[in-house]
């Protein structure tokens, strides 16, 4: 008997298909969803990783309502959220509508505005530290030539006042190309018929960019918002790179506050998970209730 003969023809085309896919989900089970069910375990736990494990209940969760840290965590990655999320959706539009026109070194500007994205954060984030250094920065020395005084600049990262500005600035900086490139696909999905019936009746740009184009971009803007809520909460590496959450706890977020947590601080991994869950269900509570306001919109 041949050894085909065991399996028929669509058992053998799904054991193909299987077969492909198996690298990938096994990866995917041990290295990303095994550690994210061993973090829901863990977060009711206490364990320094040397000790025995013990279970704790809910004394994680509790332990955070007297967190100090936590609670200024908790705030700054809000405030972080609130205004990242607005000035890189804006800045990305804009440029998509610019760079979706007819113009000399469209290509080239295209190129050039999606680099950061692409480009290492050590080597961006050292540039940006330099282009906003307190003392010799470029941006400090146009603000002097311009006429602010010395004893008046800012001190950007070095100072509790302005170090959220600079790290938000940056995330905006280094995204807004990604973004960009998703607002040009969907503006190049808007039928040009619909601009050319626009300009026969007599609508001026204002108007056919609110009455055509941002309704026709719901879909688009709807993704972005959520992928940057999303990117908001989790953001660690920005933060690392400019500030490492200081001057003092003015730039602290949740997930570089989970980082301290587990291997800096105290490698508490229960109690940093509990965290983990926390900020879990932040970025779950969003995407719901954007996904309700996107459902009740369609519905309208």
């Not at 995917?28 to 494990?53: E, Y």
């Not at 509790?62 to 908790?74: C, H, N, P, T």
């Not at 730039?251 to 509990?274: D, E, K, R």
Request: with cysteine; proline share 4%; charged share 10%.
């Amino acid at each position: 008997m041949k050894s085909g003969a065991f399996f028929g023809r669509e058992t053998k085309r799904n054991l193909i298909a299987y077969s492909f896919i198996a690298p990938n989900f096994i990866g995917f089970a041990v290295f990303t969803l095994g550690p994210i069910l061993f973090a829901f375990v863990l977060a009711f736990m206490s364990w320094d990783g040397n000790n025995p494990i013990h279970f704790v209940g809910l004394g994680n969760f509790i332990k955070l309502g007297e967190d100090s840290r936590f609670k200024v965590a908790f705030i700054n990655t809000i405030v972080y959220c609130a205004v990242t999320v607005p000035l890189t959706l804006s800045a990305a539009l804009l440029l998509a509508i610019v760079l979706n026109q007819k113009i000399i070194g469209r290509n080239f500007f295209r190129t050039i505005s999606f680099f950061p994205y692409v480009a290492s954060l050590v080597a961006v984030a050292a540039v940006w530290n330099m282009i906003f250094s307190p003392g010799a920065g470029i941006v400090n020395v146009a603000l002097n030539y311009l006429g602010v005084a010395k004893e008046n600049l800012p001190r950007w990262a070095a100072d509790a006042k302005w170090a959220m500005l600079t790290v938000v600035l940056f995330s905006v900086w280094k995204s807004m190309g990604y973004y960009m490139v998703i607002y040009l696909a969907g503006l190049q999905g808007i039928p040009g018929e619909l601009y050319e019936a626009s300009g026969l009746d007599g609508a001026n740009m204002w108007q056919k960019f609110r009455f055509i184009t941002w309704p026709q971009l719901k879909p688009t803007t709807f993704f972005v918002i959520i992928i940057l809520v999303i990117n908001s909460f989790k953001v660690y590496d920005q933060v690392y790179m400019i500030t490492q959450g200081g001057p003092g706890t003015s730039t602290l977020v949740m997930v570089y506050h989970i980082y301290q947590t587990a291997f800096v601080t105290s490698s508490n991994y229960g109690y940093a998970s509990a965290i983990s869950m926390v900020l879990f269900a932040m970025v779950l509570l969003v995407t719901l209730i954007q996904f309700r306001g996107e459902k009740n919109y369609e519905n309208a």
